[in-house]
C-alpha cells in the first residue's frame, strides 16, 4: 500500500503541473520546438521570464521537462520518456477493478 500511495503522489505532482493552461502551452511549444533557450520562450508567450520560469520549474519539479545550462542560458526540452509513461496503461491499471483484463 505504501508504493501506491508514493505512486499516486506522483502523479498527483505531474497532474498539478499539467492543471494549468500556459504550462500546457509551454509543454506544446518545446514540443514542437525540441530544446529551447529561455529567451526564446519568453518572447513566445509574451511574459516576464521571472513568470515564464515559475510555469517551467513546477513542470521541471514534476518530472515533465528536462533542463540543460550552457553558460548563463538554460535550455528546456519536453521530457518524452516521462510523458509518455505518464499517458501510458499504467495510470489506468492502477484504477481498473480487478477481473476486468490484463493489468500491466
Known sequence: MNNLKQKLEQYEKKFKALADQRRLEIMYELCQRGKTCVCDLTEVFDMPQSKLSYHLKVLLDA????????????YYDLNDEEVNHLLSEELCCIFRKAGKGSCC
Open 63 to 74: 518530472n515533465l521537462i528536462t533542463k540543460e545550462t550552457k553558460g548563463t542560458w538554460s
